[in-house]
């Protein structure tokens, strides 16, 4: 069966500080892949998604970006964090035909 | 451009009563309709999809969902709520199989006893 890891569960990092988030998935190949954002009371926003290796596309311009090395290997990274890249990040696939799985999420504190 | 919309950000409700979460969408094509549920600090879990076929939907935990095209509606309501069912609810919108999903801005239901 397919399943998705997603680590750490939780980070505490201080302004200006570097970031790496990363994502796994198991159990199927060539799955397209997404990162999520949740802030404080509000959705989910979709910040990134990826088709194939090396294939990113971003969906709001912003102070993240996203590489994929792997197939299913899929890292959230910034090199200066800000205030407001506080919030819950989610990590997702499909596999063209079925719904979207999602990781556990990652809770990120900028301070 | 895909679009959904929930109404109410949050829903109070009484155990053993009807819960009945409201999603409209906005496609250009005919659309694929999900609805998730998030419990504190995890990741979101899958309730029902619409694709094709039969408008009625039933998922797990008791939930169904009903594809209103003329109304771009895709409701979600469970006839009796339990304590379990305390949450946080997100409608989401894709155009095929696997493609990116759009999402609501989220309910958040309270079951009271």
């Known amino acids: 069966s397919q399943t998705i890891h997603q680590w750490p569960a939780t980070l505490v990092q201080p302004v200006g500080s570097p970031l790496s988030l990363e994502c796994t998935v198991e159990g199927t190949s060539n799955p397209n892949l997404y990162w999520y954002r949740q802030a404080a009371g509000r959705g989910l926003q979709l910040l990134f998604y990826?088709?194939?290796?090396?294939?990113i596309s971003s969906e709001v311009p912003q102070n993240l970006s996203a590489s994929r090395p792997q197939d299913r290997q899929f890292i959230l990274s910034s090199k200066k964090l800000l205030l407001s890249d506080s919030g819950f990040y989610l990590c997702a696939w499909t596999n063209r035909e079925t719904e979207a799985f999602f990781g556990q999420g990652t809770r990120l504190t900028v301070v | 451009a895909q679009s959904v919309t929930q109404l109410g950000s949050h829903v109070s409700v009484s155990e053993g009563a009807l819960v009945l979460l409201r999603c409209n969408y906005s496609?250009?094509?005919?659309?694929?309709l999900f609805w998730y549920v998030q419990y504190p600090n995890q990741g979101l879990q899958l309730l029902l999809k619409y694709t094709t076929g039969a408008t009625l939907v039933k998922g797990i935990n008791g939930f169904e969902a009903e594809f209103k095209k003329s109304e771009t509606s895709f409701h979600l309501t469970k006839p009796s709520a339990h304590m379990s069912d305390a949450a946080e609810y997100f409608c989401?919108?894709?155009?095929?199989?696997?493609?990116?999903?759009?999402f609501g801005g989220g309910t958040r239901v309270l079951v009271k006893p």
């Open positions: 990826s088709i194939g290796i090396d294939q």
């Open positions: 496609s250009s094509v005919p659309p694929y």
């Open positions: 989401a919108v894709s155009r095929a199989a696997g493609n990116k999903l759009t």
